[in-house]
């Protein structure tokens, strides 16, 4: 399947997987159809996409499906066996594929990024989880997330701010940051209208199914 130039990432990946997990992940997403939440890319196509060894990918996936944020699906195409991924995302914030070159950060570096927008306030780009308060909600060691907030503060895409204890992420180009989503304006006025087969395409624009007005 193509890939696409946007995608949405389950927030969750902060209390469950490791920086190299989650630019895995978020490649993974980029395979995924917005609309059914699924993907059938194969785990050789993702490794080459991605840069990775593919034993390294098919690690990842298992992390994946151990904590809930894929489901598995195995199809016999004739002769072949192939995986089919349907992906929980309940609780997301968008990014684009252009994170990917960015050519200062590290494999690694992106997954941080990506873990520390997951625990950014909805539709922020900053977080109050600060100093010893990030080991609660990261699976990773002290002096790794240290080392990650000096070098991303230092190629310039956060800033930590020790008076207020706060995290901010300032490439918010990367990110598709709003006020408040045009879904959850629609929720507060009509919530009777939406529906489970709505869905938001690879542009990050909502579509919305089989809408009837009285």
């Known amino acids: 399947m193509r890939v696409m130039i946007y995608t949405i990432i389950e ?28 993907s059938n890319v194969n785990e050789e196509t993702l490794a080459a996409f ?18 809930g944020l894929i489901e598995i699906k195995k199809e016999q195409y004739g002769w072949r066996e192939k995986n089919r991924y349907t992906l929980k995302r309940d609780n997301w914030f ?13 494999r690694e570096e992106i997954g941080f990024l990506l873990l520390l927008k997951s625990i950014c306030w909805n539709h922020k780009n900053y977080t109050e989880y600060y100093g010893d308060r990030l080991e609660d909600v990261l699976v990773l060691g002290k002096s790794m997330i240290k080392n990650y907030l000096k070098t991303l503060e230092d190629k310039g895409y956060i800033k930590r701010d020790k008076k207020k204890k706060r ?22 006025i009509y919530p009777e209208i939406i529906s489970d087969d709505d869905y938001v395409d690879e542009n990050g624009q909502y579509h919305f199914v089989n809408t009837h007005y009285d």
């Open 167 to 188: 995290i901010t992420i300032l490439r918010t180009d990367l990110f598709w940051a709003t006020n408040e989503s045009e879904i959850e304006r629609i929720k507060a």
């Open 11 to 38: 927030k969750r990946i902060a209390e469950c997987l490791k920086p190299l997990h989650a630019y895995i992940y978020l490649g993974l997403c980029l395979h995924t159809d917005f609309k059914t939440n699924e």
């Open 50 to 67: 991605l840069k990775c060894d593919r034993h390294t990918v098919g690690r990842a996936i298992a992390e994946f499906a151990k904590h």
């Open 94 to 106: 968008g990014v684009k594929k252009d994170i990917l070159d960015e050519k200062d950060l590290t």
